[in-house]
């Protein structure tokens, strides 16, 4: 799981997170747009399969980490869902030209 939260992160959910041992980098993507949007959608087919998403996200929600993707949701993502403008998509999926 993604690094850079606070007390809460520490909670015991954390250790069914899927991303235990993945490559981390997925989840704060640098790199050109192309490099960042076929990362965050690396990152969100992480978790996806992720078995506390739901509690991440909600965490993720309630502790507004500036950057990175948590429970599946973009910092961008996350702030749609604070303001009541997230379209209710749900994690998503590469396409063929998130491929490259
Ligand atoms: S939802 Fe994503 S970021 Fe959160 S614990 Fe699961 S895999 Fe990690």
Redesign the pocket.
Known sequence: ??AGGGESWRADW?AD???VGENLEV?FPLGDQATHHALSNQ?KE??AR?P??AT??AWALRTSPEFG????LTAHERRLVREGRWSGQGPRRASRTDAA
């Open positions: 799981m993604p954390r997170a899927a991303c989840f990152a992480i978790c992720c506390v998403m991440c996200r993707i948590f429970g599946g």
